[in-house]
């Protein structure tokens, strides 16, 4: 039943077809060395790495090492703070064999980690052109991603909450208006910290969730991978299903009437 409902709901995007609608992270983990145990418990198929973190030189303790070749990778652009520095990182991760998906992220504020909308939109007009398949990280803010979806890109990555800060989906209202008004992928990224939080944010109609932090830093990652991957999926299967409508009055489950006498 899993297995015939996952390949009946493939998720389209990037010009590939996933079976799992959950993304992962190589960041924090105590070891890089269980980045493939994850990567299977969880049943990702997308990884999203920092290209700073990578050092190609390196023959040992090279992140790329413990990525399963099946993945598919998606660099960032972490450490970025202008559309330039972006753009110079999307180009270099292309080059060493990364491939052409790319998560921009362009952020200056050092204390809340917040992305710069203005930046990231002239980053993804200029990388779509080169023929990139842009996911750009940004604030749920519903003109930045109206400008981005005329820029061309795969699909918009909104904060549920500031990145690492496992607090949820605390931008739930704003995050409902994209899904509502957007019509490509919408993938919540950062500030999610329990399954719960991600089956909610599937519940609502977001397409995927990328989670690093929550998984990474728990006390069992692989089992935790595997907690992330059953609260995508009933999420997605409680979107599907058509939830029923909330009441403020209460209303029985059984008649009043036809009582046995």
């Known amino acids: ?126 990388l779509v052109q080169e023929g990139f398949e842009v996911f750009p990280y940004i604030n749920p803010d519903l003109y930045v991603a109206r400008d981005l979806v005329k820029a061309g890109a795969a699909a918009i990555m909104p904060l549920g909450a500031p990145i690492g800060t496992n607090r949820g989906l605390r931008t739930e209202e704003m995050i409902n208006i994209l899904i509502e008004e957007i019509d490509i992928p919408i993938i919540i990224d950062a500030g999610i910290g329990k399954p719960s939080h991600a089956c909610q944010a599937m519940e609502a109609g977001a397409d995927a969730c990328l989670v690093n932090t929550a998984i990474a830093t728990s006390e069992n990652p692989i089992l935790m991978g595997k907690a992330f991957a059953q609260a995508i999926n009933a999420g997605r299967t409680a979107f599907l299903s058509g939830q029923a409508v909330t009441s403020k009055l209460a209303s029985m489950s059984s008649p009043l009437t036809g009582f046995i006498r």
């Open 1 to 126: 039943m899993h297995d015939h409902f996952q390949n009946n709901d493939l998720f389209e995007v990037g010009g590939k077809k996933l079976t799992s609608r959950l993304f992962i992270g190589t960041g924090k983990y105590a070891s890089d060395r269980i980045i493939p145990e994850v990567c299977d418990s969880s049943e990702s198929c997308v990884i999203t790495v920092a290209l700073r973190r990578v050092d190609f030189n390196s023959t040992t303790d090279n992140v790329m090492q413990h990525i399963p070749p099946h993945m598919q990778l998606m660099p960032n652009t972490s450490g970025a703070r202008t559309a330039e520095e972006a753009i110079r990182i999307a180009r270099l991760a292309k080059a060493v064999g990364c491939g052409n998906w790319i998560k921009i992220e362009v952020i200056t504020d050092n204390r809340y980690l917040l992305p710069d909308g203005y930046e990231t939109v002239k980053a993804t007009e200029i």
